[in-house]
T-cell receptor, first 115, second 109 residues
Framework: GAGVSQSPSNKVTEKGKDVELRCDPI?????LYWYRQRLGQGLEFLIY????????KSGLPSDRFSAERTGESVSTLTIQRTQQEDSAVYLC?????????????FGPGTRLTVL | EDQVTQSPEALRLQEGESSSLNCSYT??????LFWYRQDPGKGPEFLFTLYSAGEEKEKERLKATLTKKESFLHITAPKPEDSATYLC??????????FGTGTRLTVIP
């Protein structure tokens, strides 16, 4: 079946602009995660959704970052007033039910470049 | 504080030269340890999950093992197509994964 998809694959923006990144999880997966991967660094957790609610937002680095999920499906990560340090690959993952025994499957990521 | 350290950062092997990658961790209440493979420009691809010390899992030329403090990913007779970055991640109290920085493996024909 189809895996996790993300769009756009690449996004170049100017400092101060807002951006929206989209994630389509595997059909039927109720848990959805956003991670950030900066060059040469490990993946950093941003936010976790169970259904449409976000019980864990502890990884969001500032109030410029927000995310929502609708219909227990698509999720959008929004970064307002982008800064150069926001440049990274943003990865989305989904799992069946969010249990620790459920494997997280990743999308290909969105490469964000802030000029 | 949860910590995951992978070593070495980079590894170059001749085709057929077996070796091991290390992932040492310090977490409270390990619920699972995960190995992923990541190719350039792509998202991580799931390889293995290990849940308890002594557990081992194998897939083709890869074998993952787990102790109370570390995990090893053994690569037997690697081929050039095994070249990738191998990521280790742990899941402790929260639902998210906590990742190491990876080992970049290059297998030379």
């Amino acid at each position: 079946g189809a895996g996790v998809s993300q769009s756009p694959s690449n996004k170049v923006t100017e400092k101060g602009k807002d951006v929206e990144l989209r994630c389509d999880p595997i059909s039927g997966h109720t848990a959805l995660y956003w991670y950030r991967q900066r060059l040469g660094q490990g993946l950093e957790f941003l936010i976790y959704f169970q259904g449409n609610s976000a019980p864990d937002k502890s990884g969001l680095p500032s109030d410029r970052f927000s995310a929502e999920r609708t219909g227990e499906s698509v999720s959008t990560l929004t970064i307002q007033r982008t800064q150069q340090e926001d440049s990274a690959v943003y990865l989305c993952a989904s799992s069946l039910a969010g249990r620790h025994t459920d494997t997280q499957y990743f999308g290909p990521g969105t490469r964000l470049t802030v000029l | 504080e949860d910590q995951v350290t992978q070593s070495p950062e980079a590894l170059r092997l001749q085709e057929g030269e077996s070796s091991s990658l290390n992932c040492s961790y310090t977490v409270s209440g390990l619920r699972g340890l995960f190995w992923y493979r990541q190719d350039p420009g792509k998202g991580p691809e799931f390889l293995f999950t290990l849940y308890s010390a002594g557990e081992e899992k194998e897939k083709e030329r890869l074998k993952a093992t787990l102790t109370k403090k570390e995990s090893f990913l053994h690569i037997t007779a690697p081929k050039p197509e095994d070249s990738a970055t191998y990521l280790c991640a742990v899941q402790a109290g929260a639902n998210n994964l906590f990742f190491g920085t990876g080992t970049r493996l290059t297998v030379i024909p």
